[in-house]
């Protein structure tokens, strides 16, 4: 499943770039972040080493195009939610990824930017990719993809990553579903495709986003179908022919204060 150690990479990576600096590993991160909450936990009685985490500007510097097949995000940028995920490219195959184990090697994954202000959560930036990629290469990829090329959003800039949350889910237990309900909001994610007119159109939403937004099946659907950027009639849209693959999904958040806390922590011991 994501772990904090996956979101702290994230950050890691986006810091590192917007620096021009050379990030740690996740292995590197993995293995401070346990000393860390341990050290946390001996000196602070009461805290938990997994209460971080839980389980979606133009001067920034030029990306490389990225070896890794991913999922751009699409244009409506009116969804807010903190787990709305971009629309997927029909031309990106399934993958048959059943449960992960801990500490997964590889999987495919999503990573979700968010501004944080108060109570408030707001969607900043989410690509990600139904292809399973080991995770060490994947997260730092996608975390500074997501972070300066969906087009949705202005590229970050450094001044905001004190407002910034990362969230990592990684997508498991790939299923093609009987029909256009065979999915449980909550449990699943919804990933659709359909031809209409000889255009042919597709999007998915991560497993939160459904429940987050209240939404019943028949809402979730339609709202997938409009994302896609279906324009026709409302009272047509059930007539469509979709076809439908749900997953599951295994996601961790972290703030930034806590990835501000865990650096300054690796700076004090070298």
């Known amino acids: 499943m994501a772990s904090a150690a996956h979101c702290l990479m994230c950050f890691e990576a986006l810091d590192a770039h917007l620096e021009d600096r050379k990030p740690l590993s996740l292995g590197e991160i993995e293995s401070s972040w346990a000393l860390y909450t341990s050290s946390v936990s001996d000196s602070e009685p009461g805290v938990s080493s997994g209460s971080s985490g839980s389980s979606s500007s133009s001067n920034a510097p030029a990306l490389k195009a990225p070896a890794l097949r991913r999922l751009a995000a699409d244009s409506d940028s009116a969804e807010s939610s903190s787990s709305a995920s971009p629309a997927w490219s029909s031309s990106t195959p399934a993958t048959s990824t059943s449960s992960l184990s801990l500490g997964a090697p590889s999987a495919p994954l999503f990573v979700t930017w968010n501004t944080v202000s ?14 399973s990629q080991p995770l060490s290469v ?11 090329q969906d087009t949705r959003f202005s590229p970050i800039a450094r001044e905001e990553l004190p407002e910034l949350q990362a969230a990592v889910t990684l997508l498991t237990d790939f299923e093609e579903a009987d029909d256009a309900y065979d999915w449980e909001v ?3 994610g919804i990933r659709l495709s359909f031809v209409d007119r000889g255009h042919r159109y597709g999007a998915t939403y991560l497993p939160d986003v459904a429940s ?13 179908v409009r994302k896609a950027g279906w324009m026709g009639g409302r009272s047509r849209w059930k007539s469509l022919a979709l076809k439908v693959t749900r997953y599951q999904g295994k996601k961790a958040s972290l703030d930034y204060p806590e990835y501000k806390k865990w650096k300054d922590w ?3 011991r070298q």
């Not at 994947?138 to 300066?148: G, V, W």
């Open 118 to 131: 108060g109570h408030d959560v707001s969607l900043r930036g989410c690509i990600g990719t139904f292809e």
């Open 138 to 148: 994947a997260l730092p990829e996608y975390a500074t993809i997501s972070a300066l």
């Open 266 to 268: 690796v700076a004090s």
């Open 212 to 224: 987050e937004q209240g939404w019943t099946q028949d809402e979730a659907l339609y709202s997938l």
């Open 186 to 188: 909550g449990l699943h």
